[in-house]
C-alpha cells in the first residue's frame, strides 16, 4: 500500500486527522513525505482541509469540484472572478471562479450556464450605476416629501435575485458578525479607491461615521474610520445610550427607523482633523471656526453648513447596500 493510500484508508477510517496526527500514525513514513502526499491528495481532489495553521484538518472530499476555466467564455470568467465571493458553511473564503463553481456544485447547477445568468442578472442591476457608484436619490425622492441630501450614493447591492449576497455584502456580514479584523482590512481595500475617489470628485471637505449601536470589541465603522484615514475634517458624532439599545436593523417600519436615529444619533459640531499637515490643520481650523459661527456658506445664504464643512460625506451600511 503506498503511502497516499495508507492516508486516504487512515481519514477514512477516522472521518478526518491532522498532518501531525498521520505522522505519528505512520512512525516509518516522515513527516515531510506525509506533507508532500497531503498536497498531491488536496491537488487532485482526493482531500479537503479545513482550520488554519497550526491546527489544519484534512478530510476526504465528497467528490470532486471541477474547476476547469477553459470551459467557460473569457469575459465571463473575468467579471466572475472579479464580482464572485463564495462563503461555505465551514466558514473558508472562496473568490471567482472556484467559489462559483463550488456554489453551483451545491445547488446542483450546471457552471457554465448558470455563469452566464449570474452575468444577466448583474446586468440588470448594473443599469442603476453611474460610473462606480450606485445613485440612491430616486429612491429616496420617492420615499420622502422632502430631501435634504444633495447626493445618495452605494457602492454596491447587499444582495442579489436568485444568487444572493454580492461579493462585498458577504464580506460586510461576516466582517461584521465575526469581527475579524483581517476581513475588514480587505473591505477597506476594497472600496477606499472608490471612496477616495468620490471624496475628491465632489470637493468633500467633511466625513461622518455613523457610530454602531451595539457595541463590539471590534467596532466595524470605528476600523473602517482608521483604515479609510480620509485627509478631510471627520466629524465627532454621539450614539445616545438608552435604556435599551435598539439596533436600526430590528425595525421593520421606516417611520420607527427615523425615529430612533432622531432621537439617538447627535452630531457633536465641534468635530475633529486626521490630517497630519498641521498647517493646513490650522488654515481649516481657522475656516471651519469663521463657518461654524456664521452657521452659512459664504456666497450661498441658503446653504446650511454641518460641523463646519461645505460638503459632508455620511459613511454608513446597512441591509440594502453599502
Not at 496526527?21 to 482541509?49: H, P, V, Y
Not at 454602531?212 to 483604515?227: A, C, D, I, S, Y
Request: net charge positive; aromatic share 8%.
Amino acid at each position: 500500500m503506498t503511502t497516499s493510500q495508507k492516508i486516504l484508508a487512515y481519514i477514512s477510517q477516522n472521518g478526518q486527522a491532522s498532518g501531525k496526527e498521520l505522522t505519528e500514525q505512520f512512525g516509518t513514513i516522515s513527516a515531510r513525505a506525509i506533507r508532500k502526499q497531503l498536497k498531491n491528495l488536496l491537488d487532485k481532489g482526493l482531500l479537503a482541509k479545513i482550520g488554519r495553521p497550526p491546527k489544519v484538518y484534512y478530510l476526504l472530499s465528497e467528490n470532486k469540484i471541477p474547476t476547469d476555466t477553459t470551459i467557460v467564455d473569457k469575459k465571463i470568467l473575468r467579471v466572475v472572478n472579479e464580482r464572485y465571493l463564495y462563503i461555505s458553511p465551514s466558514g473558508e473564503a472562496k473568490y471567482g471562479w472556484e467559489g462559483f463553481t463550488l456554489w453551483c456544485f451545491k445547488t446542483k447547477q450546471d457552471p457554465v450556464k448558470t455563469a452566464s445568468e449570474y452575468i444577466a442578472t448583474l446586468n440588470k442591476y448594473d443599469e442603476f450605476r453611474k460610473g462606480d457608484f450606485i445613485d440612491g436619490m430616486h429612491k429616496m425622492k420617492s420615499t420622502f416629501d422632502k430631501v435634504f441630501l444633495d447626493k445618495l450614493f452605494y457602492l454596491d447591492f447587499y444582495s442579489i435575485e436568485r444568487f444572493g449576497r454580492t461579493k462585498l455584502g458577504q464580506m460586510l456580514l461576516y466582517a461584521k458578525q465575526s469581527q475579524n479584523k483581517a476581513l475588514i482590512l480587505k473591505v477597506v481595500d476594497e472600496i477606499k479607491p472608490k471612496v477616495s475617489e468620490l471624496v475628491q470628485k465632489n470637493k468633500i471637505d467633511g466625513v461622518l461615521f455613523v457610530p454602531p449601536t451595539v457595541k463590539r470589541e471590534v467596532q466595524f465603522m470605528r476600523e473602517l474610520e482608521n483604515g479609510f484615514n480620509l485627509p478631510i475634517k471627520t466629524l465627532s458624532v454621539v450614539k445616545v445610550k438608552t435604556e435599551i439599545a435598539v439596533p436600526q436593523k430590528t425595525l421593520t417600519k421606516l417611520e420607527d427607523r427615523i425615529e430612533n436615529a432622531r432621537q439617538t444619533i447627535i452630531v457633536d459640531e465641534a468635530g475633529h482633523y486626521d490630517s497630519i499637515q498641521e498647517n493646513r490643520e490650522r488654515k481649516l481650523t481657522d475656516e471651519l471656526n469663521t463657518d461654524m459661527s456664521s452657521s452659512k456658506t459664504k456666497g450661498n445664504p441658503d446653504h446650511k453648513v454641518v460641523g463646519g464643512c461645505h460638503q459632508t460625506f455620511v459613511i454608513a451600511n446597512g441591509n440594502d447596500a453599502l
